[in-house]
């Protein structure tokens, strides 16, 4: 069973799935003006770099995009001053701006439609002739458009397909008239994206989508638009979605470097300045007999969860697997195998490296979106950012969590806070803003700021010895409201 759980808040848009009971993958997409993969904005060149083979764009924001200066580019003989339509296929970072592409498309259920592209292309798992052949006469060639089949194409009607093919093109009219008409640069496509991207991906399957906001609810009405397999559910209540389902546990917990697995072996995920690196242990899996079979019986499983893992923690670039040493060939295609069907439903064009000579495995994965590291932490002020925190606005959000639980169970109002010292210039002197993040204005809070903790503590006060204790550290009325 596939649940779909969304929340938004003011700051963030969160979505996690689940398999079984399992959290598979976990996207966010904060709010913000900046450029995110797949949407599509009317650019005017500014500058061409032939010495880095870089085409500069405004796209009418603060930062220009870019992209590769290709021969397909100089064939066409791009100039400063040409208008056109480019999508984000990858997001700004520090202070480089979005990289860009001209090859612009727009995905639906069925199929994909690339402007300028030529012919129609498949999906790799379509393997069956009678399909391939039944969609071609469907949909046939289009003239100024590449066509891709998704897989889910083999599962629908001609209608279905007639149907969205029309769809896209008549998207795609739209997006060529504002670029030939209108006079500003910017945005044309997009909105929603992430939210639309993960539903559509998911409409073939059977599943429960769950979500917190009214807004998005229409939007995923519209959009699954009376399909029987998928039923959409309403969260109303006081505590957060993702802290009702246990999920924003599962989220804390991806900050560590070490997952256990069942067998009693580990995998333990470290980022470098150049590349992800994971080692596979034994560790306590000692209970077979036979090393070689424990050491196949760890590698298998731990194959399975790195595959779970990428695309959780949404790992990007270059990472690099450590297995267990094998002796033989045969149990190395069993692995490899292994965690090629774990990456089988990853959407984040991945492609895994047969072993090296050292026994290595490498995988190459684009980025998709920003990693979950991204927005869990932020560099540590005390230490000139060298290690890693919890960013605060994620603290106030999990201790918001916590008070609307207590006040819902036992209607306490009044709570003990510890704050990681490395909180305290921020929240000092301006208690209000704290105090509002977490909905504890009309609460009695106590706030402590001390070390050695992880992020935060909090203790629901019920009786007065145990107010009398931390008295200290209360935050006075006329400091909340002034």
């Not at 638009?225 to 006081?238: A, C, L, P, R, V």
């Not at 991945?350 to 920003?370: C, M, N, S």
Request: glycine share 6%.
């Amino acid at each position: 069973m596939r649940e779909i759980f969304i929340e938004r808040d003011e700051l963030l848009l969160r979505i996690a799935i689940k398999e079984n009971g399992k959290l598979v993958e976990c996207f966010v997409e904060e709010a913000s003006q900046d450029p995110k993969i797949g949407e599509i904005y009317k650019g005017r060149v500014k500058n061409i770099v032939t010495a880095i083979n870089s085409v500069f764009v405004d796209i009418g924001l603060e930062k220009e995009a870019y992209m590769y200066l290709s021969n397909e580019l100089k064939d066409q003989g791009i100039k400063k001053g040409d208008e056109l339509l480019i999508e984000v296929i990858k997001e700004p970072l520090n202070n480089k701006g979005a990289k860009i592409s001209k090859n612009v498309s727009i995905p639906g259920r069925f199929m994909v439609l690339t402007l300028g592209g030529s012919g129609i292309s498949f999906s790799k798992r379509i393997n069956n002739q009678e399909e391939k052949d039944r969609i071609s006469n469907i949909i046939n060639d289009i003239a100024g458009y590449g066509v891709t089949i998704r897989t889910e194409a083999v599962h629908a009607g001609d209608e279905d397909l007639i149907e969205e093919k029309n769809r896209l093109l008549a998207d795609f009219e739209g997006l060529i008239k504002k670029l030939n008409y209108s006079l500003n640069l910017g945005k044309l496509y997009g909105e929603n994206i992430i939210l639309n991207k993960v539903i559509i991906e998911n409409l073939g399957a059977s599943c429960k989508i769950i979500t917190n906001n009214t807004e998005d609810l229409k939007e995923i009405s519209s959009i699954v638009d009376g399909n029987s397999d998928i039923s959409i559910e309403k969260y109303d209540n006081s505590r957060s979605l993702f802290d009702f389902y246990g999920i924003e546990k599962e989220i804390l917990k991806l900050r560590h470097k070490k997952v256990a697995l069942n067998c009693g072996g580990n995998i333990v995920i470290d980022k470098t300045e150049a590349m992800y690196v994971i080692d596979v242990n034994s560790s306590k899996n000692i209970k077979g007999r036979s090393f070689d079979k424990t050491i196949l019986e760890t590698n298998l499983e731990a194959a399975k969860e790195i595959g779970r893992q990428i695309r959780l923690r949404n790992l990007a670039g270059i990472i690099v697997i450590d297995f267990i040493d094998m002796r033989d060939f045969s149990q190395k295609s069993l692995v490899m195998n292994a965690l090629k069907e774990a990456l089988k439903e990853d959407k984040g064009n991945v492609k895994v490296f047969p072993f090296t000579e050292l026994d290595l495995v490498q995988i190459a994965r684009k980025r998709r979106g920003k990693s979950i590291y991204e927005y869990l932490e932020e560099g540590c002020k005390r230490c000139n950012k060298e290690g890693f925190v919890l960013k605060l606005s994620y603290i106030e959000k999990l201790i918001r969590n916590e008070v609307s639980k207590a006040e819902e169970e036992s209607s306490i109002s009044s709570f003990y806070i510890e704050l990681d010292k490395n909180y305290e210039e921020f929240v000092k002197g301006d208690e209000f803003s704290f105090l509002s993040n977490i909905n504890s204005l009309n609460n009695e809070i106590y706030l402590n700021f001390v070390d050695g903790i992880e992020g935060y503590k909090v203790e629901p006060l019920i009786f007065n010895s145990q107010k009398e204790n931390v008295k200290k550290y209360l935050v006075k009325a006329y400091e909340k409201y002034e």
